[in-house]
């Protein structure tokens, strides 16, 4: 029975590849240092288990995890690549949040972002969901009963970011020397509220990489929090340097230089978005504060 289903969900995933041309990464494996969000079904585990045995780990352990068990991060690669998980075939091609992207992911100019109304946008979507209903109702009574368990009580945000920071502290023990973790540390250290902790992670990741915009868009806000708005800005410019693109930056440039009493600079970077889609709460107030100030 499994097996069968199994081959069912190769097609699936064999038609999805077909019509999503994936690109190289380039040893790129940021997308797999925060799968916390994910919930990757027993299917697509059990699948997994069933042609590779030497990556055996239950679907529970996995979405208990935040970096991706199936991550090489010594070698930045996949172990597991050809039978992967759903979400990874289709990440970059589509996802719910445009931001969500890292600065230099190759699929930046290339991407479809949808919602829970438009999520049918993915290929195959209803008939990946057919499948792994029918295999979850087909599970054992105890397991089938664990799953809707976790669906309907997952584990609490802040004891799933407290997890982390042991898994993080144990990879940079191995790769002291990619930067990449030190940020997602001091992501989960602040989170957490604990800011110097944070800061500490994320000046380690930039002098490990300086041309993270992530890394600098963070320290940005956690230097605010504390109230050293110039480095702030000096952080926010920083980070605008690898992402010019980042119309979320660019307003939040302009609102710490309007803090600061720089109304030039701040009407500067809030002009910039008058002509963008997205709607900036405050941004037209702001504006029309600035040039009366600056009268």
């Not at 002509?275 to 037209?284: A, D, I, R, T, V």
Request: a neutral charge; hydrophobic letters at 35%.
């Amino acid at each position: 029975m499994k097996e069968k289903i199994f081959k069912r969900l190769r097609k699936i995933y064999n038609k999805i590849d077909c019509e999503l041309e994936a690109k190289h990464c380039r040893f790129c494996v940021e997308c797999c240092l925060d799968i916390s969000d994910l919930n990757v079904t027993p299917l697509e585990i059990d699948y997994i288990n069933y042609y590779d045995s030497t990556q055996t780990i239950s679907w529970q352990e996995y979405n208990n995890k935040t970096i991706c068990p199936y991550c090489d991060i010594e070698k930045r690669k996949c172990l597991i690549y050809e039978l992967r998980p759903r979400f990874c075939r289709i990440f970059g091609h589509f996802l719910e949040n445009y931001y969500n992207f890292y600065s230099a992911c190759v699929y930046r100019e290339s991407h479809t972002v949808y919602d829970k109304n438009s999520i049918d946008k993915i290929p195959y979507h209803k008939e990946f969901c057919e499948l792994v209903k029918e295999y979850i109702y087909n599970l054992h009574g105890k397991e089938q009963e664990e799953y809707f368990q976790t669906l309907a009580h997952p584990l609490r945000e802040a004891e799933k970011i407290r997890n982390s920071i042991p898994e993080y502290m144990e990879a940079i023990n191995k790769t002291p020397g990619y930067a990449s973790l030190y940020y997602h540390l001091g992501k989960s250290y602040s989170s957490l509220n604990m800011k110097n902790e944070a800061i500490n992670c994320l000046l380690k990741s930039l002098t490990l990489d300086p041309t993270q915009f992530q890394a600098y868009n963070l320290l940005s806000f956690r230097f605010y929090e504390l109230g050293f708005i110039d480095y702030a800005i000096i952080s926010m410019k920083r980070a605008l340097r690898s992402a010019p693109w980042n119309n979320r930056a660019i307003f939040s440039l302009g609102l710490f230089y309007f803090e600061a009493g720089k109304f030039k600079e701040a009407l500067e970077n809030f002009e910039k978005l008058i002509n963008q889609k997205e709607n900036f709460e405050g941004l037209e107030n702001y504006i029309k504060i600035a040039r009366e100030l600056l009268i």
